[in-house]
């Protein structure tokens, strides 16, 4: 006997046997999302991680994704959160909006925090590139990262300066944004539990380029090492004007956002210059020389920061997705946290219980004869 259920009996029965509300239909098109910067002073970083992003679709596109048996499309929307917090917080509702299953975002710490409760409150996994410790520590499921968190990377930058041979003379500036602050702040305490002289701490902005005080302060002071979290555009400024100064043989310490190609247009007389950096090279990976081979053919010029780790975590989605048998937020946020997946370039793309990256890592690179070298690498410092 065949017995035939009434469609809304039968679609209980379907929901009550599926996992996580793995009921939600599979759409014909899967949209992620990425917010990033893609105006201002940090669009060649921002776009960087579109990039990444859109190469990873393509590749899967053209390997006709199947997902519990159906064929469905990969599409990237793409959302400019400028690097401020109340633009991220419009881009985030732009792409929510949008339908995304998941952001790619965001580049700035104070951004991607201002963002999450709006992702949240929508169960939207945020995948960030941001380092600030406290973005994992929100209290909310959806704040997934990418890379090792400023934690660590805070001792790399202050441990590394502090070991510079001789008896040096410290500043420690930062720009004013979350991110920067809370990273110079725990370099400081770095030096000061070295019994380091720290001569100058100033806070500054993120788009200063006039650094005439500084200068002079830095100067009358006699610093020889200055560290800080300002980006690549106001180092390379600043280098100019400490030159100019005559102010030379000083040794930069600097983050992540100063260790980009843009760096390269420095004047290395200013002196020695080192970037300590969660985002690890993609030349550092055993998939990096495929990945980069294809971005170069595809984009006609190297990857900027960190391209690599945005098309990581399309792969590490695709397969929670497929884990999962769903796009539903929560199915998908336990499939993230749980999966075990071989990323592709970095190969160690894990998340723990809280969004932490498991394995994340803290390079030095020292600038030199036109190209950043690796130093040292740590997971601990």
């Not at 599409?75 to 339908?99: C, F, M, P, R, S």
């Not at 970095?346 to 990256?357: K, L």
């Amino acid at each position: 006997m065949n017995l035939r259920l009434p469609s809304a009996a039968g679609a209980a029965l379907l929901c009550a046997v599926a996992l996580l509300s793995a009921c939600t239909p599979m759409p014909d098109t899967i949209k992620i999302g990425v917010a990033q910067p893609l105006s201002g002073p940090l669009a060649a970083l921002g776009q960087d991680m579109v990039d990444g992003t859109k190469m990873a679709v393509d590749e899967i596109n053209k390997s006709e994704l199947r997902i519990e048996g159906k064929i469905v499309k990969l599409e990237v929307v793409t959302a400019d959160d400028k690097a401020d917090a109340e633009t991220g917080k419009a881009a985030a509702q732009q792409l929510i909006d949008a339908g995304v299953v998941a952001v790619i975002g965001h580049l700035n710490s104070g951004v991607s925090m201002a963002a999450a409760p709006l992702y949240a409150a929508k169960n939207i996994p945020q995948l960030a590139i941001s380092t600030k410790p406290e973005y994992t520590k929100l209290g909310l499921p959806t704040t997934l990262r990418l890379v090792a968190s400023d934690a660590l990377q805070s001792k790399a930058m202050g441990s590394f300066a502090a070991q510079l041979p001789g008896a040096q003379i410290y500043a420690v500036v930062d720009d004013n944004t979350p991110y920067g602050k809370g990273l110079a702040e725990s370099s400081l305490a770095q030096l000061k539990s070295r019994s380091k002289t720290v001569a100058v701490r100033a806070s500054l902005d993120d788009k200063t380029t006039d650094f005439a005080a500084l200068v002079a302060e830095l100067k009358a002071k006699q610093v020889t090492v200055f560290v800080t979290t300002l980006a690549d555009f106001q180092v390379i400024a600043l280098a100019d004007q400490l030159i100019a100064a005559g102010v030379r043989n000083m040794s930069i310490v600097g983050g992540d956002t100063i260790k980009t190609e843009g760096l390269l247009k420095i004047n290395p007389a200013v002196g020695p210059i080192y970037a300590t950096s969660p985002i690890v090279a993609a030349s550092e990976f055993a998939g990096g020389k495929a990945f980069l081979s294809r971005f170069r053919a595809e984009f006609k010029h190297e990857p900027v920061y960190a391209a690599h780790y945005a098309f990581d975590a399309v792969h590490v989605l695709v397969g929670a997705i497929r884990k999962a048998g769903t796009v539903e937020g929560k199915a998908l946020l336990e499939s993230l946290k749980t999966i075990d997946p071989l990323a592709p370039v970095t190969s160690s793309m894990r998340f723990d219980a809280s969004g932490e990256q498991r394995y994340g890592a803290v390079s030095v690179y020292q600038f030199k004869g036109g190209n950043w070298f690796l130093l040292t690498r740590s997971d601990v410092w």
